[in-house]
């Protein structure tokens, strides 16, 4: 989940920041507990890696039994959502299928 509410300008010098990338998502911190407003830093891209700047994420049933451990124990603080919608900010070196704007 990468990074909301950032430009395609930012991101692409967020991507070259040695210290990681700034990113914005609603997390959970506990058993039960509801989703909130959560900063974190990704790590800098890869060679192989694509920048999404996600503009709308959807929660599925799977991420529901996730966040309350229907699937074992779980490390805090978790981001669920993995079905988004988004514009591609950075690509590392090695990706060629995608292009900054897709």
Known sequence: MPIVGMGESAHAQAASQSGGIPSRGYAADALN????????????????????????????????????????PLAYQMVPGHEIIGRVSAVGSSVFRFKVGD
Request: net charge negative; with cysteine.
């Open 33 to 72: 507990s509801p989703l909130k407003p959560y900063s974190f830093t990704r790590r800098n891209l890869r060679a192989d890696d694509v920048l999404i700047d996600i503009q709308w994420a959807g929660i599925c049933h799977s991420d529901i039994h996730t966040l309350n451990g229907d699937w074992g």
